[in-house]
């Protein structure tokens, strides 16, 4: 059975009372509990992680990269939060593993600030999510099913 590994960038951690009217009510391990869900429907086993460190995200997609060449990985979900508008670390880290990715966000990051329309995961993402609220989860799992 292939791992979907889901990764969870900084201030996810506050998901459930950090702007609700942005991101909903749910909480980190309701985004969890939606995940295990849609694995067990589409047949992967979970690993669902959360860190507020950069270089913690990098080594974990170089962990990622690892598992998907050894072929135990269906791939990555990363909602790398703010790192997402800054990070050329991350960017070299996907490009640099190769690893099957999901670019996912909770809000529409396009409706909002302009800071938040540059993204530098996207050119190295097989695909992006954006706007359908923790929902997007679960359909990014399904989504990997479908690569
Ligand atoms: C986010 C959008 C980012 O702009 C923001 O910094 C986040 C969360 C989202 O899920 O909508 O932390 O990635």
Same mark, same amino acid.
């Given at each position: 059975m292939k791992t979907a590994l889901v990764l969870n960038g900084p201030? @996810?951690? @506050? @998901? =459930?009372? /950090?702007e609700p009217a942005v991101y =909903? *009510?749910?909480?980190l391990a309701d985004v969890e509990k939606l995940c295990e869900a849609a694995c067990a429907q589409h047949g992967f086993t979970l690993d669902f992680r959360q860190t507020n460190h950069e270089g913690q995200l990098v080594d974990w997609l170089h962990e990622a990269g690892r598992a998907q060449a050894a072929g135990t990985l269906a791939g990555v979900i990363l909602n790398a939060g703010a790192y997402t508008h800054t990070s050329v670390a991350l960017h070299d880290a996907i490009k640099g593993t190769g690893v099957t990715l999901i670019e996912l966000h909770i809000s529409n990051v396009h409706a /909002?600030?302009? +800071? /938040?329309?540059? *993204?530098?995961?996207s050119p190295a993402a097989k695909a992006v999510m954006a706007g +359908? =609220?923790?929902?997007g989860y679960p359909l990014a799992i399904a989504a990997l099913a479908g690569f």
């Amino acid at each position: 059975m292939k791992t979907a590994l889901v990764l969870n960038g900084p201030n @996810l951690n @506050l @998901l =459930g009372t /950090r702007e609700p009217a942005v991101y =909903g *009510s749910q909480t980190l391990a309701d985004v969890e509990k939606l995940c295990e869900a849609a694995c067990a429907q589409h047949g992967f086993t979970l690993d669902f992680r959360q860190t507020n460190h950069e270089g913690q995200l990098v080594d974990w997609l170089h962990e990622a990269g690892r598992a998907q060449a050894a072929g135990t990985l269906a791939g990555v979900i990363l909602n790398a939060g703010a790192y997402t508008h800054t990070s050329v670390a991350l960017h070299d880290a996907i490009k640099g593993t190769g690893v099957t990715l999901i670019e996912l966000h909770i809000s529409n990051v396009h409706a /909002r600030e302009a +800071f /938040r329309h540059h *993204s530098y995961i996207s050119p190295a993402a097989k695909a992006v999510m954006a706007g +359908f =609220g923790v929902k997007g989860y679960p359909l990014a799992i399904a989504a990997l099913a479908g690569f």
